[in-house]
């Protein structure tokens, strides 16, 4: 909740009511706090002066205490398939990035949620910067309002997807304050069906999740088919193992067109054979899932192998003949980097930008 002399003042990720709350600590009427909501959110205007419908005083009030301050794009980059790269400096000077996909039937924005993580997935570039903080509503907010005032996309023309750097569900009341102002019609009005939220499996805060009034979609970053090879690549199984985590997302609500998506990246002799292809179908038996095989790309900085094409068609035709919806991801944007964590990480660790830089998840 807003409070009179609270540390920031950058108005950006406070909700309607906190916007009404300040508008009467100065003395204003409640409704000038829902107007100031209608042009941070909906008109995406961030000079007060331009607010035309507050009156000269409040918008000098405003002018002189507050801010709408934007992650600043330090550096944009945009590959030859269209998928553009925003690297955003924070107000601390830290980084994040937030990718732009341009798709024939609908564009995604791939968004952050932490500056690094502490999730310690082994296939990760995100991973190699461990957690260093929360993003803010505001932060998180700033990426995808950013984008569209590049003049890339329209609020209601894309997908939101939350698979950008940090795990989403650790950072969970600002995720879903963030969601709740994404998703209000009098706010920046996008659909909860076109926002996803992807999770390496975090189960007390699926659950909680799950039960939200109208929850976005859901992806799980699964990447393995036993406990054991999972325990390895991604620690946090040892705490909620497949079997836990699979049983969250059969309780896990869906709609009729509702499907989870479940993330398997193809690591070379680790979880790619005809065994784990078969195992896989089998877990997820009864589970409304599309499964999205993402092949490897091998990074210097990390020992994982991509699978030779062979395995990759090979594990395919196993899911295809058990019936399993699955795609598999198009690589996009290799020329930008276009993957979670590589651009911040790069910019942290600037010695490894002479280096080929390849795809991570
Ligand atoms: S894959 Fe996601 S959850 Fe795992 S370390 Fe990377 S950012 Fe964190």
């Avoid at 002018?63 to 794009?73: F, R």
């Avoid at 090979?314 to 198009?330: D, G």
Wanted: glycine share 6%; charged share 25%.
């Amino acid at each position: 909740m807003y409070q009179p002399g609270m540390k920031s003042n950058n108005l950006l990720g406070l909700s309607c009511q906190e916007l009404v709350e300040l508008a009467e600590s100065l003395s204003e009427k409640p409704f000038r706090g829902k107007q100031l909501y209608h042009q941070i959110y909906r008109r995406r205007i961030s000079d007060f002066d331009a607010m035309t419908n507050l009156s000269k005083a409040f918008r000098t009030r405003l002018q002189d205490e507050y801010t709408i301050t934007y992650p600043d794009v330090f550096k944009r980059t945009a590959s030859a398939d269209g998928t553009t790269k925003f690297l955003f400096r924070l107000e601390d000077g830290s980084f994040v990035e937030s990718v732009y996909i341009p798709e024939e039937s609908r564009d995604t924005l791939c968004i952050s949620s932490q500056v690094g993580c502490d999730v310690g997935c082994t296939f990760c570039m995100t991973a190699q910067m461990g957690f260093q903080r929360n993003l803010r509503p505001g932060e998180i907010l700033g990426q995808v309002l950013q984008i569209v005032r590049s003049g890339l996309a329209q609020p209601q023309g894309f997908n939101i997807v939350f698979m950008g750097m940090g795990e989403p569900l650790y950072n969970y009341q600002n995720l879903m304050k963030a969601f709740r102002i994404l998703t209000d019609p009098e706010g920046i009005d996008i659909s909860y069906r076109k926002i996803t939220v992807s999770t390496s499996g975090i189960v007390p805060v699926l659950k909680k999740l799950a039960q939200e009034p109208k929850p976005p979609n859901l992806a799980i970053s699964l990447n393995a088919t036993t406990n054991e090879v999972r325990d390895r690549v991604m620690p946090v199984n040892r705490k909620w193992p497949l079997e836990e985590l699979l049983q969250a997302c059969r309780e896990f609500p869906l709609d009729s067109r509702r499907r989870i998506t479940m993330e398997y990246v193809l690591l070379k002799e680790e979880n790619d054979s005809i065994e784990d292809a078969r195992r896989l179908a089998g877990l997820l038996r009864g589970i409304s899932v599309k499964v999205n095989l993402i092949p490897y790309n091998p990074n210097p900085g990390l020992s994982h192998r991509r699978p030779e094409e062979e395995r990759i068609q090979r594990f395919r035709s196993i899911l295809q003949e058990l019936n399993v919806p699955h795609f598999i991801r198009k690589t996009r944007g290799d020329d930008v980097s276009a993957a979670c964590g590589q651009l911040a990480y790069l910019e942290k660790s600037p010695s490894l930008a002479t280096e080929p830089v390849l795809h991570t998840p």
